[in-house]
């Protein structure tokens, strides 16, 4: 029996809860395989509907105070605190993240960046002089805002907060596989009495209300997360009405351990990265580059941390791996596996086969490959897995050639000996985000991807400037001075 808050009949627009014109769509647990809950989805028609009420509140909400947004951006954070405990069960059920993770991570990081957005408004300037100009940010406009199933929460939070905050009402189409989190933050907005309008929740078919927000003349800037394939026909569907459009998109980012860093540190931290959500982060290092001089003590420093991860039930609190998405996710990842292993791979840890004592859910074990080509698919494609490839370089420049070689370039890492030396390597990586001996995550710095990995950057004040469309008003050289 489905909690009542993992059923939903209704999708939210214009303020009120109105019965949407598409087929159920359930929702799975991969944990046990079975029916989690459902919504029912949004047609095209629906989100055109969505679009006009967010059109409709655009004005009044482009026309607020940054004091009051600040307010409106705290209240919508209590709001969700309210419903943290519900949040983590139902990130835990529909995306078979381990419990910890779900609360720190998926519910945390997401507030987290919810509530910078109401600090930063305290400061951010809308407006600038530049010699007899007046320079104006203003909201853009309408935000079709679509998101990928793997931090369902994190993605649209990260969308909704700037764009609430730069003045612009959102149309929110969350993954097929993961709509119930953003059903709370809905709840949550209601709760808060956010003007109708804007914000808006129409779950469904990517190919159906997906398309629909990508091509519809109301929406005024798409903020699409997902895959490169996806994002690539966003923006080429956008095109037509000349739409902004803001992608975050794949990755396959390097973890650099220079000659003299810790390896013992630099390899065990590579393998919890790769493996946390079930190694289905974009941002994740799923290509270990390591000194040739050092490779057997990295595979045998891998081999023990991978081993180390508990892979079992999410809501276990010892857990730290949860199944994968979905059986085609998973077969998807073996696929990866067992064609680099066909190819001669070395495999340092894992496998295909199924956890031990796991019969059921969409299980993959915690995966250490070797000996492949930087070439080979497994060292070029995003596999969306627990799956770490470890690649050996004969000297930095090699290593820094390495990293750069794939078509993504969203984040990565660099081990050094010092910070210094990590640093200047960092400045050579063509990435967007680049962690320096294993810093801590930042929520008011860029995200975002070089190459294929996208064109925009969310988070901190350049996530608002993606909402902010830009005036310069001339003024006379008299009239210089006033306000
Ligand atoms: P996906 O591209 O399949 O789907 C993403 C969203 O796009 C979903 O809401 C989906 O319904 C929608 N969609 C699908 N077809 C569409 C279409 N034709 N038109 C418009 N929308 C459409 O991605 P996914 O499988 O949900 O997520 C995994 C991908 O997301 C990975 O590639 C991952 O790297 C990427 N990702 C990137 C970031 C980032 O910030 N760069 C963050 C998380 C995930």
Known sequence: MSRPEWVREHVYIGGS????????????????????????????????????????????????????RIGVLRELSAALRDRE??????????????????????????????????????????????????????????????????????????????????????????AELTPLSAFIVADAAEAIGLPPGVFNLVPGPGSEVGELLSTHPGVDIVSFTGSTRVGRRVAGMAAETVKRVCLELGGKSASLVLPGADVERAVSATVANVMVNSGQTCAAWTRLLVPRSEIDQSLAVAEEAASQHVVGDPRHAATDLGPVISASQRRSILDYIAGAVAEGACLVSGGVER??????????????LTGVSPQSRIAQEE????????????????????????????AGSVWGAHDGQAFAVARRLRTGRVDVNGAAWNPSAPFGGYKQS???????RWGIEEFLEIKAVQMPEGQRGHR
């Open 17 to 68: 809860w109105v019965q949407p014109r598409g087929d159920i769509c359930e929702v799975e647990n991969p944990a046990t395989e079975e029916v989690l809950g459902w919504v029912r989805c949004a047609t095209a028609a629906d989100a055109a509907e969505a679009v006009e009420a967010a059109a409709a509140a655009r004005a009044g909400w482009g026309r607020t105070t940054p004091a009051y």
């Open 85 to 174: 405990d519900l949040l983590v069960d139902t990130l835990v059920g529909e995306v078979g993240t381990p419990v910890g993770l779900a609360r720190s991570s998926h519910v945390g990081q997401a507030l987290a960046v919810l509530d910078s957005y109401a600090d930063l408004l305290e400061t951010f300037d809308f407006e600038e002089r530049i010699g007899s100009s007046r320079v104006l940010r203003e909201p853009a406009g309408v935000v079709g805002a679509i998101t990928p199933w793997n931090y369902p929460l994190y993605q649209l939070l990260a969308k909704v907060a700037p764009a609430l905050a730069a003045g612009c009402p959102v149309v929110a189409k969350p």
């Open 355 to 368: 956890p031990d004592e796991l019969g059921v859910g969409h299980y993959v074990r915690p995966t250490v």
């Open 383 to 410: 596999v969306f897995g627990p799956v770490l490839v470890v690649l050996a370089y004969a000297d930095v420049d090699e290593a820094v050639v390495l990293a750069n070689a794939t078509s993504y370039g969203l």
């Open 454 to 460: 996208g064109n925009g950057r969310e988070l901190g």
